[in-house]
């Protein structure tokens, strides 16, 4: 496994693997299995597999985040070893923005809605870091995972916004034995705290199950009211919405798939999870 921390090493090493596809895993450190296993798929399908280890500063709207977000780079290489990943990119705040960027991106309602609304910048802070990323590596094949579904449909935004040749993959969710999606964040919760949060895939596996005898509007009572049990749970959003357009719903009538989607804070740790809904 080779590290590099350049922009000029990384693509010196790339121009001599000009002829390979490449798989580029985008990852902000304080790594878990659900990381690895987008490693894992990328060394399927690609010859060569690149993660990245970078802290993105332009995608935090709370400083206090940034500061509090879980750092281990010894701990993350280790792990990218053993799952021999071939390349980890490691650059500082510098070498990725050497100059201001003041980039505004427009992704449509995918600016406006769930995650947009209650993390105001979030998204153009993802989008520029990717591109960059994009810019710099040019991979064949970028993988992220749909626990952050709405930033996955962002990136596959931004590929075409850009008319990048990237092609942008979902992969499935990832989860602890008790449900919870896995998350870097997730280090920060004590064993009793994870307990209660594993609630949260409970509620959102009634809500996928019961389109056919409930309405939208029982089941997102339904989730509020269960949400509402737990003290330590402070509920931030709950909405269903299409799985194209992450339009946000009202009734049945669409005859597109849809998604539940939530986020809720837990003793000051914010948690994202969505399900698909079973017609």
Same mark, same amino acid.
């Given at each position: 496994?080779?590290?590099?921390?350049?922009?000029?090493?990384?693509?010196?090493?790339?121009?001599?693997?000009?002829?390979?596809? &490449?798989?580029?895993?985008?990852?902000?450190?304080?790594?878990?299995?659900?990381?690895?296993?987008?490693?894992?798929?990328?060394?399927?399908?690609? @010859?060569?597999?690149?993660?990245?280890?970078? &802290?993105?500063?332009?995608?935090?709207?709370?400083?206090?985040? %940034?500061?509090?977000?879980?750092?281990?780079?010894?701990?993350?290489? &280790?792990?990218?070893?053993?799952?021999?990943?071939?390349?980890?990119?490691?650059?500082?705040?510098?070498?990725?923005?050497?100059?201001?960027?003041?980039?505004?991106?427009?992704?449509?309602?995918?600016?406006? &809605?769930?995650?947009?609304?209650?993390?105001?910048?979030?998204?153009?802070?993802?989008?520029?870091?990717? @591109?960059?990323?994009?810019?710099?590596?040019?991979? #064949?094949?970028?993988?992220?995972?749909?626990?952050?579904?709405?930033? %996955?449909?962002?990136?596959?935004?931004?590929?075409?916004?850009?008319?990048?040749?990237?092609?942008?993959?979902?992969?499935?969710?990832?989860?602890?034995?008790?449900?919870?999606?896995?998350?870097?964040?997730?280090?920060?919760?004590?064993?009793?705290?994870?307990?209660?949060?594993?609630?949260?895939?409970?509620?959102?596996?009634?809500?996928?199950?019961?389109?056919?005898?409930?309405?939208?509007?029982?089941?997102?009572?339904?989730?509020?009211?269960?949400?509402?049990?737990?003290?330590?749970?402070?509920?931030?959003?709950? @909405?269903?919405?299409?799985?194209?357009?992450?339009?946000?719903?009202?009734?049945?009538?669409?005859?597109?798939?849809?998604?539940?989607? #939530?986020?809720?804070?837990?003793?000051?740790?914010?948690?994202?999870?969505?399900?698909?809904?079973?017609?």
């Amino acid at each position: 496994m080779q590290v590099f921390t350049t922009v000029n090493e990384i693509q010196s090493f790339l121009k001599d693997q000009k002829e390979k596809s &490449v798989g580029f895993v985008a990852t902000m450190g304080a790594l878990h299995q659900a990381h690895i296993s987008l490693i894992e798929i990328s060394k399927k399908e690609n @010859e060569v597999t690149i993660c990245s280890i970078f &802290v993105n500063p332009k995608q935090f709207n709370k400083k206090e985040d %940034l500061v509090k977000y879980p750092r281990n780079t010894d701990a993350d290489l &280790v792990k990218l070893e053993a799952a021999n990943c071939d390349v980890v990119f490691i650059p500082s705040v510098e070498e990725m923005y050497p100059t201001e960027v003041k980039k505004e991106f427009n992704f449509g309602i995918l600016s406006d &809605v769930m995650e947009a609304e209650h993390r105001p910048g979030h998204f153009n802070g993802v989008a520029i870091v990717i @591109e960059r990323f994009f810019v710099i590596l040019n991979p #064949t094949n970028a993988y992220f995972g749909e626990k952050d579904f709405q930033q %996955l449909a962002v990136v596959r935004a931004l590929a075409e916004q850009i008319n990048s040749s990237v092609k942008v993959v979902g992969c499935p969710i990832f989860r602890e034995e008790s449900g919870l999606a896995m998350s870097s964040r997730n280090e920060r919760l004590t064993a009793e705290q994870k307990v209660v949060a594993s609630q949260i895939n409970k509620a959102l596996s009634f809500v996928s199950k019961h389109k056919k005898t409930h309405s939208i509007a029982e089941l997102k009572d339904y989730f509020i009211k269960e949400i509402d049990k737990h003290s330590l749970l402070e509920l931030e959003y709950f @909405e269903i919405a299409k799985d194209t357009t992450l339009e946000p719903l009202t009734d049945w009538i669409s005859t597109e798939g849809q998604i539940a989607f #939530t986020a809720i804070n837990l003793s000051g740790v914010r948690l994202i999870d969505n399900m698909t809904i079973i017609n």
